[in-house]
C-alpha cells in the first residue's frame, strides 16, 4: 500500500511557494504521487497547480499576520491538529522549523515526521529546502521548479512578428517596486527596435497603475493581467518571450514556465531569490553586489535604465 505523505509548506506568497516546487515534486515522485500539501490561501497554490500531475490534494491552512485565522491560537492549533488526524498520514515532511507544527503532526499520530531543525531563525529558503529534502530522499534535486500545464491550453495563437513581453510592474510594498515611468520608457523604447506585445503582470491592486500604462503612448500595445485568475495568466506568460520586471510572484511563474528574465532586485536577496534559475539575469542596484542585497537594501532610485535595457534587448534577440 502507497504511503499517505503530508508536506506542510506554511510560507506566504506565490514566489515562495513557486521556489518550493523542486522539492515537492521530488517528494511526490518518490511517493508516486500520494502527496497532500498543507499551504497558505495566498501561495495560490490550487492556480499554480491546477494541472499538476504530482499533488493529490490541497489543505488550506487559515493563518494570518493578526491572529484571527482558523488555525490561529490554541483552538485554531486543535483544529488543525483534527484535520491532519483525520487524514490518516503515513509520514510528513515540515519545511518550516515551528515547533507548532511538529506537535500538530506529532499528536496527529503521523509515524514518521521529517522537519527543519526546530527554533532555526534565519536560512536562505532555496537552500535550506534543497539541502532538508536531499537529506530526506538521499538524491541530488535541481533548484529550477516547474510549472505543469495541460496541453490543450497551450495554443500557439501569438503572433510570431512580435517579441511578447511580460512586464513585472507589480509588488509587495513600493521599496521593491521601479517606478511605473521606467517601464513604460523601457516598452517604448524597446518596441522602437522590435516590434512589441507586452503583458502587464498585475493584479487588481494593482489598477492605478494598470491605467497608468495604459494612458500612456504604449498603452495601445499592452494587455492587463487585472482581471484574469492566476490559472489564466499562466498560458499567456508561457507563450512569452521574455519576462522584465521586479523581484515578485510574476517572475517566479515566468523561471517556473521556462521563460527567460530579467530581474531588477531592488530590496530583497539576491542569493536567496535570484540565484536557484539559469534563467534568471539579475539586475542590481548600482553600488550593490549579489552578496550584500537584503530585505532593507531600498535601492529602486538605483536601478539602472541602460542595464535593463540592454540585457533585455540581448535576451530577445
Known amino acids: 500500500m502507497k504511503m499517505k505523505v503530508l508536506v506542510i509548506q506554511p510560507k506566504i506568497g506565490m514566489g515562495d511557494m ?31 497547480l491546477a494541472y499538476d500531475p504530482y499533488i493529490k490534494n490541497t489543505i488550506i491552512l487559515d493563518r494570518t499576520k493578526n491572529n484571527s485565522g482558523n488555525h490561529d491560537g490554541i483552538k485554531g492549533f486543535f483544529r488543525l491538529l483534527q484535520k491532519i488526524k483525520f487524514k490518516k498520514f503515513d509520514k510528513v515532511f515540515i519545511f518550516s522549523s515551528s515547533l507548532r507544527y511538529f506537535l500538530i503532526t506529532k499528536l496527529a499520530g503521523i509515524k514518521q515526521i521529517a522537519h527543519y531543525p526546530l ?10 529546502a534543497k539541502i532538508f529534502t536531499e537529506n530526506e530522499l538521499k538524491e541530488i534535486i535541481s533548484t529550477q521548479p516547474k510549472i505543469n ?6 495554443k500557439d495563437s501569438f503572433n510570431k512578428e512580435f517579441k511578447h513581453i511580460c512586464i513585472g510592474f507589480s509588488a509587495s510594498g513600493n521599496t521593491k517596486r521601479w517606478d511605473v515611468e521606467n517601464y513604460i520608457n523601457l516598452c517604448k523604447k524597446i518596441n522602437e527596435k522590435l516590434s512589441c506585445k507586452f503583458y502587464l503582470a498585475g493584479g487588481k491592486n494593482d489598477r492605478d497603475l494598470v491605467n497608468q500604462i495604459k494612458k500612456s503612448n504604449i498603452g495601445h500595445l499592452c494587455t492587463s493581467f487585472e482581471n484574469l485568475k492566476i490559472k489564466e495568466t499562466l498560458p499567456i506568460i508561457k507563450n512569452c518571450n521574455l519576462y522584465i520586471g521586479n523581484d515578485t510572484g510574476w517572475l517566479h511563474i515566468s523561471s517556473a514556465l521556462g521563460i527567460k528574465c530579467v530581474a531588477l532586485f531592488m530590496d530583497s536577496p539576491v542569493l536567496a531569490y535570484g540565484k536557484y534559475s539559469d534563467r534568471i539575469s539579475v539586475v542590481l542596484p548600482e553600488g550593490e553586489t549579489e552578496q550584500s542585497t537584503t530585505h532593507n537594501t531600498k535601492g529602486k532610485d538605483r536601478i539602472s535604465f541602460k542595464e535593463v535595457y540592454e540585457k533585455s534587448m540581448r535576451l530577445l534577440n
Open 18 to 48: 513557486i521556489l518550493y516546487l523542486p522539492y515537492i515534486h521530488a517528494i511526490a515522485k518518490k511517493h508516486e504521487g500520494n502527496v497532500t500539501i498543507l499551504v497558505k490561501e495566498n501561495s495560490r497554490a490550487k492556480e499554480l
Open 119 to 128: 527554533f532555526r531563525k534565519k536560512d536562505n529558503l532555496v537552500l535550506s
Open 149 to 154: 500545464l495541460d496541453k490543450n491550453i497551450l
